[in-house]
């Protein structure tokens, strides 16, 4: 099975833009999560969604954002970029019905 | 609210060598699930391993062991005969029945294996 794949891998936006990642679990895992990685904060929830649906939110502004699309491809929207959004953004997927999350290669997002 | 706490921040051993690293977490949840993680420098976060609070059973997978204590709230993963493809962050990580698949990382051990 392939795994989980992440787009783009780099990006490098300006402060006050917006940017959009893409996610694609394992092919059958109804469940994404994304979380950030900065070397400050450490890895850090961000939200779940189960078959197009927001089951958890962490502690974020409301200018991340994500959905999940009926094929179970996800996307994450960060909007007003600001120079702490630059971090790695990690997607992971699961099965419904196991708890073992499974990490793509991540998006690696700079904000000058 | 939950914790993980992964005290060191560094370790550096020889090939061969035996390493543990240690994980301490916090719960008020019964049910929870506790896993490792490996970010080489690649980024990609490897699964290495998950336990279930309910089952205090340590075992062995190949060079990977593990300790699992809810006396002490503690996790530890044991690496034996260190290869130098080991270097890497470990992540230690906990999830609640009631949090879902949300993930609580503790701060990240790097384990670099000198030849």
């Known amino acids: 099975k392939a795994g989980v794949t992440q787009t783009p891998r780099y990006l490098i936006k300006t402060r006050g833009q917006q940017v959009t990642l893409s996610c694609s679990p394992i092919s059958g895992h109804r469940s994404v999560s994304w979380y950030q990685q900065t070397p400050g904060q450490g890895l850090q929830f961000l939200f779940e969604y189960f078959s197009e649906t927001q089951r958890n939110k962490g502690n974020f502004p409301g200018r991340f954002s994500g959905r999940q699309f009926s094929n179970s491809r996800s996307e994450m929207n960060v909007s007003t970029l600001e120079l702490g959004d630059s971090a790695l953004y990690l997607c992971?997927?699961?099965?419904?019905?196991?708890?073992?999350?499974?990490f793509g290669p991540g998006t690696r997002l700079t904000v000058t | 609210a939950q914790k993980v706490t992964q005290a060191q921040t560094e370790i550096s051993v020889v090939e061969k060598e035996d390493v543990t690293l240690d994980c301490v977490y916090e719960?008020?949840?019964?049910?929870?699930?506790l896993f490792w993680y490996k970010q080489p420098p690649s980024g990609e976060l490897v699964f290495l391993i998950r336990r279930n609070s309910f089952d205090e059973q340590n075992e062995i997978s190949g060079r990977y062991s593990w300790n699992f204590q809810k006396s002490t709230s503690s996790f530890n993963f044991t690496i034996t005969a260190s290869q130098v493809v080991d270097s890497a962050v470990y992540f230690c990580?906990?999830?609640?029945?009631?949090?879902?698949?949300?993930?609580?990382f503790g701060e990240g051990t790097q384990l670099t294996v000198n030849p």
């Open positions: 992971a997927s699961r099965t419904g019905g196991s708890y073992e999350q499974y």
């Open positions: 719960t008020r949840d019964t049910t929870y699930y």
């Open positions: 990580a906990l999830s609640e029945e009631t949090s879902g698949s949300r993930l609580t």
